[in-house]
């Protein structure tokens, strides 16, 4: 017997479908994936995500339910309760627990700061990407088109290091080549974000520059244009990788990179937070950056005197 295949319908629901077309039962879901070893992933109208087999039935649950699932994959499948707890699911419905699985961890973490970004209104319709490099140095990272507000952890995909697709049903964002040269040229940094946030892109536009000292905040670099989703972008960063852990790439967005995606998010808020009071005192009238004394203070507090 052939896998059904999942369909779309007029309504927006799903329903799994046979080589004809017809649907082999009358549930319908809220979402479905393709079968991966007999099994295919299906979230309930109740948000809910089970495992069911070819003909429709679903495996049982055994009293949990799941915010998601991922396809089966060596004889189970990574899932995570409604209680966030991850682990998997074997081939009898058997949920073990795994907190520790660092892979699961990072994609935990990674949709908790995709969804601030756009919370805080860093990113807005399907702007912005994130990253997090593996203990194996596959890059988890965010795939093209999707909205970070409504992020999940399944939906985050894994790339080799030079980019190419891993593992995962999608591709990985247009912007992955910019997560590449940050990763490989800063292995002290695991965690790359690209944020389209509205005022670091507006002081760009109006050539103000945020390298110069006018609050006390480490310097920012504004580098050179660069096409979006281009081989452009890398290029552009590469003079800045080694000395700062931010940038804005002019007329498109910020870029951030920190040991962790918490501190990478940080560095993002406090870029925005400054491209935002800059741009308000400008609009009050000329603003002075500190004196060459009080840059070389600052830097050198910040353990970048080297820039002075």
Avoid at 16 to 37: C, K, N, T
Avoid at 57 to 73: A, C, K, N, S, Y
């Amino acid at each position: 017997m052939s896998n059904p295949d999942p369909l779309r319908l007029p309504d927006g629901s799903w329903a799994l479908v046979d080589r004809e077309g017809h649907p082999i039962g009358p549930v319908r879901y809220r979402a479905a994936s393709a079968f991966s070893e007999g099994l295919a992933v299906v979230h309930r109208r109740d948000g809910s995500a089970v495992l069911v087999d070819p003909v429709g039935h679903e495996l049982p649950t055994h009293g949990l339910r799941f915010q998601w699932i991922l396809p089966m994959r060596g004889g189970t499948a990574p899932a995570c309760t409604t209680d966030g707890e991850t682990g998997s699911i074997d081939r009898h419905g058997q949920f073990s627990g795994d907190g520790e699985d660092p892979e699961w961890r990072a994609r935990r973490e990674l949709t908790r700061v995709s969804h601030l970004l756009y919370q805080r209104g860093y990113n807005a319709s399907i702007d912005g990407n994130v990253s997090w490099r593996l203990d194996d140095g596959s890059l988890l990272i965010t795939p093209t088109g999707v909205h970070l507000g409504f992020l999940r952890p399944e939906d985050l995909v894994v790339v080799r290091p030079d980019g190419s697709l891993l593992r995962g049903e999608r591709a990985p964002t247009s912007e992955y080549r910019l997560h590449v040269e940050l990763h490989r040229t800063r292995p002290d940094c695991r965690s790359v974000i690209h944020a389209h946030s509205p005022y670091a892109i507006a002081a760009s536009i109006a050539g103000v520059s945020l390298q110069e000292t006018y609050m006390s905040v480490a310097p920012v670099p504004t580098t050179a244009y660069a096409r979006i989703s281009s081989e452009q972008s890398p290029v552009a960063v590469r003079p800045f990788v080694e000395d700062y852990n931010w940038a804005i790439l002019p007329r498109h967005g910020v870029v951030a990179w920190a040991a962790n995606a918490w501190d990478a998010f940080l560095r993002v808020e406090g870029l925005e937070n400054c491209a935002k009071t800059v741009l308000a005192a400008r609009s009050c009238g000329p603003i002075e950056p500190l004196s060459p004394d009080q840059r070389i203070e600052l830097l050198t507090f910040w353990g970048l005197e080297h820039l002075t």
